[in-house]
C-alpha cells in the first residue's frame, strides 16, 4: 500500500484543517487506518484510527474525527478546536489490526504538516 497525505497547513487556534490520506496498490478497504503526530523534539504518538471501530488519543477525544472512504480509497481526519500543542507532522498509516502503536503499522505516508499559532 502506497500513502499520500495531504492538507496540511498554517491555521489559528480555534481553527479547523481537514487531512486526507490518498492509498493505492492494495484493496484499501482491508486495511485499518491510522493517524499518528510528531511534534518538534517529541517522539511520534498516535492520535487516531479507524476501521470498523474508531479510536482516538484523550488529547484529541471531541475535537478530531477520523473517517474514511473505502470507494475512494481515502482516509481523512478531520481537526476543530485546534489548539497550539496540536502542531505537529501528522502522519497517515495502514496495518491489519487496531493498534494504537506504530509497530502495529505495516505501511506510512510521507506526513503533512500542520501549524497552529496562538
Known amino acids: 500500500v502506497q500513502l499520500q497525505a495531504s492538507g496540511g497547513g498554517l491555521v489559528q487556534a480555534g481553527g479547523s484543517l481537514r487531512l486526507s490520506c490518498a492509498a493505492s496498490?492494495?484493496?484499501?478497504?482491508?486495511?485499518?487506518m491510522a493517524w499518528f503526530r510528531q511534534a518538534p523534539g517529541k517522539e511520534r504518538e498516535f492520535v487516531a484510527w479507524s476501521g470498523d471501530t474508531t479510536n482516538y488519543a484523550d488529547s484529541v477525544k471531541g475535537r478530531f474525527t477520523a473517517s474514511r472512504d473505502n470507494a475512494k480509497n481515502t482516509g481523512y481526519l478531520q481537526m476543530n478546536s485546534l489548539k497550539p500543542e496540536d502542531t505537529a507532522l501528522y502522519y497517515c498509516a495502514a496495518g491489519r489490526s487496531y493498534s494504537s502503536r506504530e509497530l502495529g503499522y505495516d505501511y506510512w505516508g510521507q506526513g503533512t504538516l500542520v501549524t497552529v499559532s496562538s
Open positions: 496498490g492494495r484493496t484499501f478497504g482491508n486495511y485499518v
